[in-house]
T-cell receptor, first 115, second 116 residues
């Protein structure tokens, strides 16, 4: 079956530090990969996505590249802000099989950015 | 575009009562909606997949009679927690998918249920 593994948190950084949150996956076929962000007390917002190998998703200074050879989709940002403090979820969805269209989430990584 | 709303945003109820949560797609038609449950500091757990006009498909371990899901129209799905108990307290999130778009879901803001 499908699975997503994220680096364990929480991650605490100072403002303007470099951020990496690792994400690796196991899936059959060619899944689409996502990063979602959840702010306290809210639902999930799509941060970025990539639908095929070597695609790079980017948004709001965040980037992630779909690496099929390493089955990874690591999230990076060059300079984090206090407002980036949230929980980040890596996820995948498959186009086929019994899990068609269902999102599989990683466990989430709590990011706290201090001024 | 692609806005999903949930109502109520939070609810407190007594043990033994039933609670209904609505999920609406405001500016698109959602042939499929998903219901998730999230415990504090944990990931989202898919409870069920709801297709318009048909019965919901529940994930293994989710009680169908406990969590009633209805998807009566292309813009509305409801989750009813029947005979709620304190262990049902959780954050419930829905998402909606546009027809023919298997890989894009739009999430609602969530509903915080507290059962006393």
């Amino acid at each position: 079956g499908n699975s997503v593994t994220q680096m364990e948190g929480p991650v605490t950084l100072s403002e303007e530090a470099f951020l990496t949150i690792n994400c690796t996956y196991t899936a059959t076929g060619y899944p689409s990969l996502f990063w979602y962000v959840q702010y306290p007390g809210e639902g999930l917002q799509l941060l970025l996505k990539a639908t095929k190998a070597d695609d790079k998703g980017s948004n709001k200074g965040f980037e992630a590249t779909y690496r099929k050879e390493t089955t990874s989709f690591h999230l990076e940002k060059g300079s984090v802000q206090v407002s980036d403090s949230a929980v980040y979820f890596c996820a995948l969805v498959n186009a086929g099989g019994t899990s068609y269209g269902k999102l599989t989430f990683g466990q989430g990584t709590i990011l706290t950015v201090h001024p | 575009g692609a806005v999903v709303s949930q109502h109520p945003s939070w609810v407190i109820c007594k043990s033994g009562t039933s609670v209904k949560i609505e999920c609406r797609s405001l500016d698109f038609q959602a042939t499929t909606m998903f219901w998730y449950r999230q415990f504090p500091k944990q990931s989202l757990m898919l409870m069920a997949t709801s297709n318009e006009g048909s019965k919901a498909t529940y994930e293994q371990g989710v009680e169908k009679d406990k969590f009633l899901i209805n998807h009566a129209s292309l813009t509305l799905s409801t989750l009813t927690v029947t005979s709620a108990h304190p262990e049902d307290s959780s954050f419930y999130i829905c998402s909606a998918r546009i027809r023919l778009s298997y890989n894009e879901q739009f999430f609602g803001p969530g509903t915080r249920l507290t059962v006393l």
